[in-house]
């Protein structure tokens, strides 16, 4: 069977050219058939000669004219985006190229709504549209005729201009915009709540950059804004692309870690809250992940977690501390495994088949496993972090919701996700012994706890009226070094012996746990 043949296809020069060829050919044939007929009676050759002439250059006119109107309509398209009717990418290159060519400065802001993936899922890609036209109109009402709006895809915009302050006057043109996205856009019937991160960059007379340099300095200055919070826009400063630079060594590094063995667990006991801290019970530790480097410097969890967040390279990383921690917590009988999961690892769709099958390979009981999500794991994609938990829940984990106190958790939220854990964040813990009203918090948030049926954990207690405040607030379980530091496994098994031996014979548990008070049974 012959292949079907493809559609001719001309360029915008060739829409212009193939009319008028094709009536050049159309004319030429007709004189042809004048000139040498010898049937046809002409009484005036030189006549009809001008007049197909004037009628020719005529057409060509008109064809000419209409061709090129439809050639210069196709190249406004092509640097049109469809949906908001602004300029697109193509034409901010060209117009940044246009720009440098002056001596004035040209300053470029890249704007990526916070957000958006959010509104698209909740209420679906026809208000997330209409949220796009609605944002695209806000901008050009913003700029005016001082600059031109662009939507380079999906959620994120652009603004250029050129004059001696440009950079301060879009600087002020970007603070106007998140001014008016602190409140809600109406869009139908809704009212949506989106937020920017903004990102500026500059190119002077004397340090011209061509137009990729500018936008991808804009990106970088974006991102920067996205990792301090949000809502805030930010200027390009060469100290980011070092940065980057060393993130970039540090994945590089973490990646290696990985296959040379460079991680190890370590453990922090939690005690019941109805034991003294003379004998406090251990009741579950909580597994936290330590990085030996082959170099023997020290990074700690907060610089290259969330390196390792960012960058995907928490998903095997995570899998291997589940792994671990579950085959050393097989040793522990009755003694619950806390472990912390990551939002990347909760967005992964994978990620609960994979903990099925490392409580199948380990033999861990799932009743006896708690995972630990922050608030931010849950607002960054609550579909899909939900969608997760129910598969976890269905293997019989537990979870737990980390850091309580430090975000914006509402009531709704609690009962949304079903948590069968609250812990409260140490600065809860810390503030409610310093003043009424953080107490008054700490306790409503207990109660709140209580009402919805979960397990309350207070977290980062280190002195005695801080334990004895939180045991009489109704806490079930409490962390902190005033019991114990974290410790390796090995430090876990000792003091699970003796806490059995303690049970069996009914004789005192305070020993052991004045040593690993002090020290004596692992590191910090």
């Not at 996205?226 to 070092?242: L, V």
């Not at 190890?264 to 939690?270: S, T």
């Not at 002195?463 to 405040?469: L, R």
């Not at 690993?516 to 692992?522: F, I, M, S």
Request: glycine letters at 8%.
């Amino acid at each position: 069977m012959p292949k079907p043949s493809k559609p001719l296809r001309l360029t915008p020069l060739g829409i212009v050219l193939a009319p008028l060829a094709t009536l050049s050919l159309v004319f030429g044939g007709i004189v042809l058939v004048i000139s040498f007929s010898k049937t046809i009676d002409i009484v005036e050759p030189k006549l009809l000669f001008i007049a197909g002439a004037l009628v020719y250059a005529a057409t060509i006119f008109l064809l000419s004219r209409h061709g090129f109107n439809n050639v210069h309509e196709l190249e406004e398209l092509s640097e049109t985006d469809t949906l908001s009717k602004l300029p697109n990418r193509r034409a901010l290159h060209n117009d940044l190229e246009t720009f440098s060519l002056g001596d004035e400065e040209v300053a470029v802001a890249l704007i990526d709504l916070d957000r958006f993936k959010q509104v698209n899922d909740h209420y679906g890609h026809a208000i997330g549209d209409r949220l796009i036209q609605e944002c695209a109109g806000m901008l050009q009402e913003i700029c005016g005729d001082e600059a031109r709006c662009y939507r380079l895809g999906g959620d994120e915009f652009a603004v250029a201009m050129a004059g001696r302050v440009s950079g301060t006057i879009l600087e002020g043109m970007c603070r106007t915009l998140l001014e008016q996205l602190q409140a809600p856009v109406p869009v139908g019937k809704y009212d949506i709540c989106v937020g920017a991160s903004i990102g500026l960059a500059r190119s002077t007379a004397g340090r011209r950059l061509p137009s990729s340099e500018m936008l991808r300095r804009s990106d970088v200055a974006m991102s920067v804004s996205k990792r301090d919070g949000k809502m805030r826009c930010t200027w390009f400063n060469e100290s980011f692309d070092q940065r980057r630079e060393a993130v970039r060594e540090l994945e590089d590094e973490l990646r290696a870690g990985l296959t040379k063995g460079e991680y190890e667990v370590h453990y922090q006991p939690l005690v019941a809250a109805d034991s003294g801290s003379n004998g406090a019970r251990i009741v579950a530790v909580e597994a936290l992940l330590r990085w030996n480097r082959e170099d023997g410097r020290k990074v700690g969890p907060h610089v290259f977690i969330p390196v390792a967040e960012d960058s995907g390279i928490i998903n095997p990383i995570g899998l291997w501390v589940l792994r671990k921690a579950m085959t050393d917590g097989c040793r522990w009988k009755d003694i619950t495994l806390s472990v912390n999961i990551s939002a990347a690892q909760l967005r992964n769709p994978e990620f609960p088949i994979k903990l099925g099958e490392i409580l199948e390979d380990t033999g861990f009981p799932p009743d006896q496993l708690e995972l630990e999500v922050t608030e931010t794991c849950l607002v960054l994609d609550p579909v899909v972090a939900e969608r997760s938990l129910d598969v976890i829940r269905k293997f019989g984990v537990r979870i737990s919701l980390d850091d309580f106190g430090t975000g914006y958790a509402s009531i709704g939220f609690l009962r949304q996700f079903r948590f069968e854990k609250l812990k409260l964040d140490r600065s809860l813990v810390v503030q409610a012994g310093e003043d009424e009203g953080s107490r008054a918090m700490m306790l409503s948030s207990i109660a709140v706890a209580r009402a919805l049926k979960m397990g309350v954990t207070a977290e980062g207690v280190e002195t005695t009226e801080q334990a004895d405040m939180v045991r009489l607030a109704g806490a079930d379980q409490i962390q902190g070094w005033l019991y114990y530091k974290a410790m390796p496994a090995s430090d876990i098994d000792t003091l699970i012996e003796a806490q059995v031996r303690a049970e069996s014979s009914a004789g005192d548990f305070d020993e052991p746990a004045r040593a690993a008070r002090t020290g004596t049974n692992g590191d910090a």
